[in-house]
């Protein structure tokens, strides 16, 4: 009977193990699933708004900047917490025989509590301050996030501008190919030489390196835009079209605006709040903290009991503070240089942002005008000389080659145009306020 129920107990005690293990697996496999899963949910295809609300909502980046302010908060509770007491208990023995010497009696025992009082208020003035330090963590995580908006939305300007840069070069390579299909034709008509089409060739081989290259260049740039956010197995592509945001080149607007949404001068203006309270925090602390005592003292065989209350405090008679005082006080002088110098470098650089800009958006407009208007005219005009024989191939292939030029030129220029508002955007705060309105 005995061996039955010990058979019976080791087959439960399997079952057991095996119904662990395989929940172990179980959620092992969810763990190493949850990553690529993350991965697959983001979209192929992304615009600038969708970026934006994943930068915000997914990059494990912009956690780890949320994360200081998980630390911070964790100051607020230890600040907020009372001092333990202290308890302590002591015997005394008689010693040699003597008897009747301190008390009657073989023993004496104590039991004392100490409990601390904080009456000078250092309690609130310590929580005070790390709430304060909360509000610099959150202000700071902001400025990580403004960063890291700036970085992404540079990167995904330069990745549909490549995408644009490899359509038009895809384009010219069709023209190309099919001028090297009319010259084929005119050598077999005899009316073009064999050096005519060992040029064009020449000349569509170099084009598609070029094409290739700009396909390599694109795949760089879409994987560093996935290793910024955090997602080293995503391979984006822009959406959207390549074109100035029409961001305002007016300084004393955009330095208003700056004033209250640029998240480096809110940091700045927090900090000095935070130095306040520091300074606060330390006055507080120079007051001694007084400690209640309370205890009993008894005695066996006979049995006798006393009772012990006092007060016990530290005399300032050195130590008095001085160091939380000077620490304090430094720290709220380097908050005002910081602020102030901070609100000046900021003022600057947007004025330098926005005579870039200015330039940059005058450079392109006269591009327009100038340069990329005539350009089907002067394809049409070149290629009707060449079949009417009034040009050769030579000036044939140097219209195509200063045409597709002169796409790429205009991309750089709006991609130029488009970086220079972003910093017009980064100075005076608006980058954060494009995930809610993106127009």
Known sequence: MNTHYLKIEITRNRLKTISIAMLLLFNSAQVFSEEPLKNRDLPKAVSIHQLLRIVREKSPRYA??????????????????????????GRYDQAGGQRNTQFDGPSQQNINLEVP????????????????????????????????????????????????????????????????????????????????????????QSLKARLENAYTDNAGVAGELAVLLGFPDWKPQAQGALAPLGVSADVDTLWLQAEHNNPELESARRETVAADSGLERARRERWPVPSLLLGTAFTDRPYGNAAYAG?????????????????????????????????????????????????????LAGFDRDVL???????????????????????????????????????????????????????????????????
């Open 64 to 89: 780890v900047a949320r994360s200081q302010i998980e630390a911070a908060q964790a100051d607020v509770v230890a600040a907020d917490v009372l001092p333990n007491p202290k308890v302590s208990y």
């Open 117 to 204: 009082m904080l009456l000078a208020g250092q309690r609130g003035a310590r929580k005070d301050a790390a709430e304060r330090r909360v509000e610099v963590a959150e202000a700071d995580a902001e400025v990580e996030y403004n960063r890291l908006i700036r970085e992404t939305w540079r990167l995904f300007v330069q990745l549909l501008a490549g995408q644009q840069r490899v359509a038009a070069l895809d384009e010219a390579n069709r023209e190309l190919e099919r001028l090297q299909t009319l010259i084929s034709g005119k050598e077999n008509a005899g009316t073009a030489s064999r050096y005519d089409v060992m040029r064009i060739t020449q000349e569509v």
């Open 311 to 363: 007060v016990s405090v530290d005399l300032p008679i050195f130590d008095r503070g001085q160091g939380g005082m000077a620490k304090a006080s430094a720290e709220k002088h380097a908050a005002l240089l910081k602020r102030e110098l901070l609100a000046a470098a900021t003022r600057q650089e947007l004025e330098r942002a926005v005579e870039v800009l200015s330039r940059r958006r005058a450079t």
């Open 373 to 439: 208007a005539p350009l089907p005219s002067l394809k049409q005009m070149a290629e009707d000389a060449y079949r009417l024989g009034k040009t050769g191939l030579l000036e044939l292939l140097d219209s195509s080659r200063s045409r597709t030029e002169i796409k790429l030129n205009h991309l750089e220029l709006v991609t130029g145009e488009i970086e220079a508002e972003l910093d017009v955007m980064m100075a005076s705060g608006l980058l954060a306020a494009a995930l809610d309105d993106p127009a």
